[in-house]
């Protein structure tokens, strides 16, 4: 089992960044597929992006591609998501998810095992 804790989300104006941070318990981190999703308000929750165990495919949405940034340290057990250039509409609650050895299609919600409680990001205009 494998709990998830995201941190580092915030306040901050349009063109500015923010760094989010998951940390996993357990020592079977770099077994997992691991995947940020995001919920805005009265929207269903969205893939964002996501990288193999190994650190070595990464995957984004149209929507983020080029502006996100994803990583995973597995010696530290914690996967990153650095957000460049935000804009008002990447505001949302931001989940941190795992997917045990990856064996799922990596942008969909039923693909992941286990959710992290998410951070709030909020983009200003």
């Known amino acids: 089992q494998v709990q998830l804790v995201e941190s580092g989300g915030g306040l901050v104006q349009a063109g500015g960044s923010l760094r989010l941070s998951c940390a996993a318990s357990?020592?079977?981190?770099?077994?997992?597929?691991m995947g940020w999703f995001r919920q805005a308000p009265g929207k269903e929750r969205e893939f964002v992006s996501a990288?193999?165990?190994?650190?070595?495919?990464?995957y984004y949405a149209d929507s983020v591609k080029g502006r996100f940034t994803i990583s995973r340290d597995n010696a530290k057990n914690t996967v990153f998501l650095q957000m460049n250039s935000l804009k008002p509409e990447d505001t949302a609650v931001y989940y941190c998810?795992?997917?045990?050895?990856?064996?799922?299609?990596?942008?969909?919600?039923?693909?992941?095992?286990?959710w992290g409680q998410g951070t709030q990001v909020t983009v200003s205009s």
């Open positions: 357990g020592r079977t981190f770099r077994s997992y597929t």
């Open positions: 990288v193999s165990w190994g650190g070595g495919r990464t």
């Open positions: 998810a795992a997917d045990y050895l990856g064996g799922g299609i990596y942008y969909r919600i039923a693909s992941y095992d286990y």
